[in-house]
C-alpha cells in the first residue's frame, strides 16, 4: 500500500509539472528591454494569484527559474523579472557584485522602476487576479521586493528571503501598503544587527503589518544549494532554514491571497 501511495504521489508531482507551461518573456521599463521567465497553469481558467519573483545577484538562473516553476504549480502566475537587462548577464561572482551594487549602492530608483515594470505586466495579465499580486526576492532580490513594498506598489504580500537589509530611505516605509514576510539568517555576516534594528524600527513606527524571522545558525544564501554548506564563507545553503522559511512563505499566502493549491 506504501509503495501505491508513493508512485500515486510520484505520477501526480510529473502531472502538475507537465501542466505547467513556462516561457521566456520580453518587457520594457522606459527603452530598455527586459528578458524574463514566466510559468503558469494553462488549464486553470479562472483569474489566479500572481507572483513577482526577483533573481540573487547572478540574474535570471536555473535556480530562479526552478522557483518560478514551483510557485506556478503552487496555483501562481509567476513572473521571474529581469532587473538587469536582456543580455545583461554576470559571469562570476565579481561581475554580479559590481552589476548588483550598481542598482543596490548608487541607483535604488532604477531599481524599483525595473522592479515595477515586472508588477505591470503581471497585472496586465488576463489570467491575473491584481489584487492577489505578491512578490519574493531571493538575496540581491530580497532587498528589491522590500524596495517595491517602499515604494508603495499595492502588493499583498512581500516575502525577502536572506535580503540585504539596508534602505537609504527608510523613511518610506510609511508608503507600505502590503504584509511583509522577512526571513533572516539569523548570523549572515552580510546584515549586521544594526541594519536589522534600523529596519525593524522603522517599520514598527510606520505601523506595518510584518513578520520577521531569524534562522539560528542560518547564513547569507541559506535557500540556494549552490552555496555550498560551509558557513564559515559568510553564503552557505541550509536545508534546515530552507525547508522552514519554504513554509512559512506557504503560510503567509494562504493568508495575504488565499492561493488555492500552496498546500503541496
Known amino acids: 500500500m506504501c509503495r501505491l501511495l ?3 504521489s510520484f505520477l501526480f508531482s510529473l502531472s502538475a509539472m507537465a501542466a505547467i507551461k513556462s516561457e521566456t518573456v520580453e518587457y520594457k521599463e522606459g527603452q530598455t528591454t527586459l528578458e524574463g521567465y514566466m510559468a503558469h497553469n494553462p488549464a486553470v481558467r479562472m483569474r489566479q494569484p500572481a507572483v513577482v519573483i526577483v533573481h540573487a545577484w547572478m540574474g535570471v538562473d536555473d535556480f530562479v527559474k526552478k522557483k518560478t516553476d514551483e510557485m506556478a504549480q503552487m496555483g501562481f502566475v509567476a513572473l521571474a523579472a529581469d532587473i538587469y537587462g536582456k543580455g545583461v548577464r554576470p559571469k562570476d561572482a565579481k561581475e554580479a557584485a559590481e552589476l548588483a551594487g550598481k542598482y543596490r549602492n548608487n541607483d535604488r530608483t532604477l531599481l524599483r522602476a525595473r522592479a515595477q515594470a515586472a508588477f505591470d505586466l503581471l497585472k496586465k495579465n488576463p489570467k491575473v487576479d491584481p489584487s492577489k499580486i505578491v512578490a519574493i526576492g531571493y538575496c540581491f532580490g530580497g532587498t528589491t521586493v522590500l524596495e ?91 536545508p534546515v532554514a530552507d525547508r522552514r522559511s519554504t513554509e512559512a512563505m506557504k503560510d503567509f499566502f494562504r493568508e495575504v491571497v488565499g492561493a488555492p493549491s500552496v498546500q503541496n
Open 148 to 238: 517595491m513594498a517602499m515604494a508603495g506598489l499595492p502588493l499583498a504580500g512581500v516575502v525577502s528571503f536572506h535580503g540585504g537589509l539596508e534602505f537609504p530611505k527608510l523613511a518610506d516605509t510609511k508608503n507600505i501598503k502590503s504584509k511583509l514576510l522577512i526571513l533572516h539568517g539569523a548570523v549572515d555576516p552580510y546584515v549586521p544587527p544594526a541594519q536589522v534594528q534600523a529596519l525593524t524600527k522603522a517599520l514598527d513606527e510606520a505601523k506595518t503589518d510584518y513578520q520577521f524571522v531569524a534562522y539560528s545558525g542560518a547564513v547569507h544564501s541559506f535557500t540556494d544549494p549552490s552555496a555550498g554548506t560551509d558557513a564559515s564563507k559568510g553564503a552557505a545553503y541550509n
Open 6 to 8: 508513493t508512485l500515486v
